[in-house]
């Protein structure tokens, strides 16, 4: 079905603190983070293309050794195997795009249009 | 530079009222909409994938003929060459991303990580 509530899909945490709901199509995954205060991700890559847009609150985004602090209307674009971490400066929502599709959150989620 | 403020880009107005701002990646772009109310978007359709998903306001969305009321939370996955339109109940607050790349929206836009 291609229409779906955020809400009504299941959240999965794959970092403490990092709530999200994931929808896919084809090549694109968007996942939608709810980010509590402190928690903080582990430095990591993947080979998928990131887009990340912060809808509110404040995140410390450090990209290749560069941190930027990430307010609402800020957009990071990652590339593959890029070296990322970020730290919840405080409660965030954050919405993520990647090409291609996360198969790793695939099975996490209970939509997917695939 | 892979971090953008979306404020700083230079808005385009490809239908009246759809009011949007851009960031690409290699694969993706990410559209940024500010709607005005009673805004309406042609049928169409394009090539792309395309993942919709409200911020803000009320969207009525018509994918194949099916029309729903989106708020904020609602996502619609298009699948390549779906015919799609759709009108801005209130004013709106949108995200798309399209995969692969918008050449067109390309150089309406003041940023590229390409």
Redo the contacts between chains.
């Keep these: 079905m291609?229409?779906?509530?955020?809400?009504e899909l299941k959240q999965f945490e794959p970092v403490p603190g990092f709530r999200g709901r994931f929808?896919?199509?084809?090549?694109?995954t968007?996942a939608?983070w709810t980010i509590t205060a402190g928690a903080a991700l582990p430095v990591h890559a993947h080979p998928h293309?990131?887009?990340t847009?912060v809808?509110a609150g404040e995140f410390a985004?450090t990209?290749n050794g560069?941190t930027?602090s990430?307010g609402p209307?800020?957009?990071?674009?990652?590339?593959p195997n890029a070296t990322h971490t970020g730290k919840a400066i405080t409660n965030c929502r954050v919405?993520d795009?990647f090409?291609p599709v996360r198969e790793d959150y695939r099975d996490k989620t209970a939509h997917s249009?695939r």
Tied chains: 1, 2.
């Design positions: 291609p229409f779906v509530m955020l809400d929808v896919h199509s084809d090549h694109m968007l939608d293309e990131q887009i847009r809808l985004f990209l560069e930027r990430m209307g800020a957009v990071v674009v990652i590339p919405i795009t090409y249009t």
